[in-house]
């Protein structure tokens, strides 16, 4: 058995099991481990130049891989710094393992130089913690970590390692352990057959059904289940926010997503229902609008991994806990073996209803507007130009994000990479270039906004530095587009600290960096500007693009309305 | 309606407080607390009582359970069960008073733990209500001066058992 000390531990621990790259920032208190990095050959670690970037980069990787991304930071501000990225992940169930360096054991709880409660700090936004006393326990709290990370419903998990316990000269016996014991941890691996069949039998008796899936059918990997659930009986589907992709988005039985910024009619198929099939999502506030006027007619069949999200905030009829790929393919085995067709006569009805409400177009716009650029013909250029080629996208937080939501047709579940549940700006870029450094063939977009690519701007730096070509589209309209948007209708346009003055020329911000930058300031030159930037595949591009800033995401929810309670432009409503 | 949370958790640094900060982090509230190493030293017992709606009761212990370290829990309040509090109350006892005090506690089935010229300390256990009502009668003949309880505790009725 070999003699390591606690660092050399972490980094051969991470090294077997099969951890490629670490996103991190060296400290004091880290030293010891970062030292046991550098003899390390199979190991990257990128340096970033904030430690919220190494949060979202590792989080960027997890969500297009489903594996947990791994954060070093060093005790008290680089803790603190990662504490945006871990709440961030949390709120989306992103599985990420954060070892944060903590004080020497013997100076914890002296207000020490660069001391923070970690363990206390991240508490709430976390699915667990551990803080390491002795150097002997880090292999088995680290395979915890990892499993507790990465089953059941995924989220965040954090390691506190005082300085003393990685002392490189105190040597421990050192094996992986390929068995982890918790007995008071044990996720559902299947849901309850009864309820499953109880469901089927639900549905299939339906009149006017909705499939309502979200993040938990991506994080499932039951995309394909869900497709051949909903094509064998014919259903609608509406993929939310965190979902999209779940269902291929060009598909005709795509209805767009649901909720505040949901299509007319996703919103109006959830409305007036009389059965949803929701998967993996959890009735989010932006999904769901007042509750007491969700649905009115709906029965509802809840399937998530996670009891406590089912009847959180709409009480479930069927609720069904399980992993969602398990439950959909029992779902269909019962659909099979029932050979029972869907209330045939009763869906054709439904889907004429369907069609009519959308006919209206799903997210229309001013398509014809030649003198300046609308932000969703940004996104449908952005699509057009990159609809063949193996593309994720990423994006901040705003109005640029609903507008590639609404506009780029995900057909494959994980291209789609969002802070949905924080709202975190500043998540798009650093995302981005997680997933570029482990897909380097694919293309790698980030949808931003000129307010949030300022927010982790820097990290231009630590794409020179590894060379991540990733491709920057900046809808730059020169205000803070959501806040604008809800100033103008619910504020009479008391525009408080929603402009930006000072902006940075982009381009030559990029340039000083060896990047290349792009300007784009009319809709005629978008085309070809945006296949020119894609077509460099080796450097990182940042289009600039000038966009209408008076542009309102559209349809938009009233405010505690119920589901078809929406303004479909800044005059008409339903 | 108050319900009675009973919960076995790793005895471990930091449970505790993970409990806790449930609590007040989803604004629930807990109305009292009481912990302790059971007859296995790697766990323990919890026992808290708590107001709420069904949905909230439903919420709490669904959020308790997908804490790592709660290993198991029930809801007490739910089938018959036995709850008891302690209460250790000290009053003012002089001249005359100290007879009727002294009778008082004998009826409540307490017990006098502590003796001086103008006080007694009385130690009582008993449910939740017994307590209150001791309390009451006894700050009606005589000068409260501390009241320190415990919260409640409790198990569960005949065979059915909350272990690993």
């Known amino acids: 058995m070999e003699l390591l000390s606690g660092a050399e531990m972490v980094v051969r621990f991470l090294r077997d099991e099969g951890v490629k790259y670490v996103y991190g920032y060296p400290g004091g208190a880290l030293l010891h481990l970062y030292d046991a990095l550098f003899k390390e050959k199979e190991l990257t670690h990128i340096l970033v130049r904030h430690e919220q970037a190494a949060t979202h980069m590792a989080d960027g990787y997890a969500r297009a891989t489903g594996k947990a991304g791994v954060v070093f930071v060093t005790s008290g501000p680089g803790a603190t710094n990662a504490i945006t990225g871990i709440a961030t992940a949390f709120m989306d169930s992103i599985p990420m393992v954060v070892i944060s360096g903590q004080v020497t054991s013997s100076l914890i709880g002296s207000d020490a130089f660069q001391e923070v409660d970690m363990v206390g700090i991240s508490r709430p936004i976390v699915k667990h913690s551990f803080m390491v006393r002795h150097a002997s326990e880090i292999p088995e709290i680290m395979r915890k970590a990892f499993y507790i990370a990465e089953s059941g419903r995924p989220g965040p998990v954090v390691i506190d390692i005082p300085k003393d316990t990685c002392n490189p000269a105190e040597k421990f016996e050192y094996t992986f352990p390929e068995k982890v014991k918790l007995r008071s941890y044990n996720p559902v691996q299947r849901g309850h057959s009864g309820q499953i069949r109880k469901a089927v039998e639900l549905l299939l008796s339906a009149k006017r059904p909705i499939i309502c899936s979200g993040g938990g059918v991506i994080l499932g990997h039951a995309a394909a289940q869900l497709t051949e659930l909903a094509r064998r009986l014919k259903l609608p589907v509406s993929n939310t926010l965190m979902g999209l992709g779940g269902y291929p988005g060009s598909d005709k039985q795509f209805i767009g997503m649901p909720g505040m910024h949901g299509s007319y009619t996703a919103n109006m198929v959830m409305h007036h229902s009389d059965v949803i099939l929701a998967v993996g999502m959890r009735f989010d506030d932006r999904v769901t609008n007042d509750i007491s006027k969700f649905c009115p007619n709906a029965k509802i069949i809840h399937i998530d991994i996670d009891p406590a999200s089912i009847s959180k905030t709409i009480r479930a009829d069927i609720p069904i806990v399980g992993p969602v790929d398990n439950v959909l393919t029992e779902m269909i085995a019962v659909v099979n073996e029932l050979s029972k067709e869907a209330n045939e006569k009763a869906l054709i009805d439904w889907w004429k209803q369907i069609d009519e409400w959308r006919s209206k177009g799903l997210f229309p716009y001013d398509k014809e507007n030649e003198t300046i650029i609308k932000p969703e013909f940004v996104i449908d250029t952005l699509y057009e130009v990159t609809k063949d080629r193996d593309t994720y996208v990423t994006s901040d937080v705003g109005q640029h994000q609903m507008f590639a939501a609404q506009h780029y047709l995900f057909d494959k579940p994980n291209r789609w990479i969002n802070s949905g549940g924080l709202g975190t700006m500043g998540f798009g870029f650093p995302a981005a270039m997680g997933i570029k450094l482990n897909f380097p063939d694919a293309d790698v977009a980030c949808v931003t906004g000129e307010g949030s690519i300022q927010m982790n701007i820097q990290e231009l730096s630590t794409c020179l530095q590894y060379d991540l070509p990733v491709k920057v589209i900046c809808l730059n309209n020169g205000v803070l587009g959501m806040v604008r948007q809800w100033q103008d209708m619910q504020y009479n346009s008391r525009y408080s600290h929603s402009y930006m003055t000072s902006l940075p020329d982009f381009k030559k911000l990029v340039e000083s960096y060896g990047h290349v930058g792009i300007g784009v300031e009319k809709a005629t030159d978008l085309k070809d500007a945006m296949q020119e930037a894609f077509a460099m595949k080796d450097r990182l591009v940042f289009m600039d693009i000038k966009t209408d800033a008076s542009e309102h995401v559209y349809p938009m929810q009233i405010r505690d309305g119920s589901m078809r309670d929406m303004w479909l432009s800044k005059t008409e409503r339903t | ?164």
């Open chain 2, 1 to 164: 309606m108050r319900h009675i949370i009973s919960l076995l958790m790793e005895n471990e640094p930091g449970a505790l407080s993970r409990v806790v900060g449930l609590f007040s982090q989803r604004n629930y509230n807990i109305e009292s607390l009481t912990v302790a190493a059971t007859e296995d030293p790697t766990v323990s017992r919890l026992t808290l009582t708590t107001q709420g709606k069904p949905e909230v009761i439903e919420q709490i212990t669904k959020n308790l359970n997908k804490l790592i370290e709660v290993v198991k829990l029930v809801n007490l309040s739910e089938s018959e069960h036995i709850e008891r509090e302690l209460l250790l109350i000290k009053v003012k006892a002089t001249g005359a008073q100290r007879s009727e005090v002294k009778r008082t506690v004998d009826i409540f089935r307490g017990q006098i733990v502590d003796v001086t010229p103008n006080l007694y300390i009385v130690q009582l256990s008993g449910s939740t209500s017994k307590v209150d009502n001791f309390i009451a009668t006894i700050g009606s003949m005589s000068t409260i001066v501390e009241v320190v309880r415990t919260g409640v505790t409790g198990i569960s009725r005949a065979d059915k058992v909350l272990s690993i």
